[in-house]
């Protein structure tokens, strides 16, 4: 009975231990509210630590507040991040580095950076998939759109963002008609 009982203390302490490791490495969860309601992304500073950086710094500086979605694309994505309701586009801090060769894809619910052709050249904008836009994911010789997080509430808002209808504003295609604004977001 004592051999069984020093096991199960044994067991016990592995187990602590594994645990508190968990929850050691929880991965940063941010909170988007918008006009059309809350949702919730875990970010994978992990597999994509330069963009979940940034990503977050944009966050603590609060500048995310008063954008909107700019591009909304039913059964495609939702694009916000840099601009403000009248289309006119924030100062950003530099590009950083592409990681859309870290093993995430580009399937509903991930979020990514957006970027220009050019492959290191995102900065703050992001998109959210509602569905799995495989063909945005790198392949070798050729890099893809990086994600770093994925929705873990909410969906349902991001589903009611890509239905809103859109129209053409100056130069800009898929603009919802009525702007759909990120009031907040903030670590959980």
């Known amino acids: ?8 203390s044994g067991l ?25 309601g809350v949702i ?8 994509a630590p330069h963009t979940v950086k940034n990503f977050l710094t944009y966050v603590e500086n609060g500048f995310y507040q ?6 909304v694309m039913d059964n495609f994505m939702i694009q916000g991040g840099g601009f403000t309701s009248n289309m006119t586009m924030k ?9 859309s ?8 619910g991930s979020i990514s950076m957006a970027r220009t052709q050019i492959e290191d050249s995102a900065t703050a904008q992001f998109f ?10 790198g392949t070798p010789g050729k890099a893809g759109y990086a994600v770093f997080g994925q929705v873990i509430e909410g969906m349902d808002v ?30 959980s």
């Open 158 to 187: 991001v589903e009611k963002i890509g239905k809103t209808k859109t129209g053409n504003r100056g130069r800009f295609q898929n603009v919802p008609v009525n702007s759909i604004t990120i009031n907040n977001v903030e670590r």
């Open 101 to 108: 060769a870290n093993g995430l894809i580009n399937k509903k």
């Open 12 to 36: 016990l302490i592995g187990m602590l231990l594994i645990c508190s490791n968990v929850f050691a490495a929880d991965n940063p969860v941010v909170t988007m509210t918008t006009s059309e």
């Open 1 to 8: 009975m004592k051999h069984l009982m020093t096991k199960l």
């Open 91 to 99: 100062e950003t801090l530099p590009p950083i580095v592409n990681e």
């Open 66 to 71: 008063g954008t909107v979605f700019h591009r």
């Open 128 to 137: 959210i998939n509602l569905k799995d836009n495989h063909f945005l994911n």
């Open 40 to 47: 919730k992304l875990e970010l994978y500073p992990e597999k």
